[in-house]
């Protein structure tokens, strides 16, 4: 079983609805949530990040985590073209920095 | 926008040849890493340094090394580029500090062995 999991999609909505993304993972020793969003032929970049449980806000951008499931969201609302890429949730090992990625959930945000 | 770098961006080679990615940071970032990516796929771990004349392998296992010779470089070599190796090569980079799980990525280099 991969320790993190994601729907590769694609994921299609209209410009300016919510994008509702979803992560689950099987290590109940990561603490610490990331979603990275990687455009086509560039490197991963950081979203946002949360630790534990919770909701977390930056701007048209929330990462919620449910510890209890084992579950990880992040939603995008009044999603633009620009959203479009593919977005990875990841979560350190417990020694050092090392992160574990999910595979990726591809979005299309349609004009 | 992160500092870290990647040379070549494509490369397209023959079965045999020793080709070597080039990945350099201007961040004074300890920590570096080596991800393999394949299209749709998760990013894999082949390689990481938490510091000058220290690397490990990473999860994924590889055929390629790397050398640290220098805080800002980390290269990665294959000796005898077959068509498995092709993939796309990702470079990342983060800060010493053990709360800082952030990594910084390059734009990686989209290596096709023919």
């Known amino acids: 079983q991969k320790e993190v999991e994601q729907d590769p999609g694609p994921l299609s909505v209209p410009e300016g609805a919510i994008v509702s993304l979803n992560c689950t993972y099987s290590?109940?020793?990561?603490?610490?949530f990331m979603w990275y969003r990687q455009y086509s032929r560039k490197g991963p970049e950081l979203l946002m990040y949360?630790?534990?449980?919770g909701n977390k806000e930056d701007g048209r951008f929330t990462a919620q985590v449910d510890k209890s499931s084992k579950y990880i969201s992040l939603f995008i609302r009044d999603s633009q073209p620009s959203d479009s890429a593919t977005y990875l949730c990841?979560?350190?090992?417990?020694?050092?920095?090392?992160?574990?990625f999910g595979g990726g959930t591809r979005v299309l945000v349609k004009p | 926008e992160a500092d870290i770098y990647q040379t070549p961006r494509y490369l397209v080679i023959g079965t045999g040849k020793k080709i070597t990615l080039e990945c350099s940071q201007t961040?004074?970032?300890?920590?570096m890493y080596w991800y393999q990516q394949d299209p749709g796929m998760e990013l894999h771990l082949i390689h990481y340094?938490?510091?000058?004349?220290?690397?490990e392998k990473g999860d994924l296992s590889s055929e390629s090394t790397v050398s640290r010779i220098r805080t800002e470089h980390f290269p990665l070599t294959l000796e005898s580029a077959r068509p498995s190796h092709t993939s796309q090569y990702l470079c990342?980079?983060?800060?010493?500090?053990?709360?800082?799980?952030?990594?910084?990525f390059g734009p990686g280099t989209r290596l096709t062995v023919t």
């Open positions: 961040m004074g970032h300890d920590k």
């Open positions: 990342a980079s983060s800060d010493r500090l053990a709360s800082s799980y952030e990594q910084y």
């Open positions: 949360t630790y534990s449980s």
């Open positions: 990841a979560a350190p090992k417990a020694a050092g920095n090392k992160l574990t």
């Open positions: 340094s938490y510091g000058v004349n220290s690397t």
């Open positions: 290590n109940s020793a990561f603490q610490y």
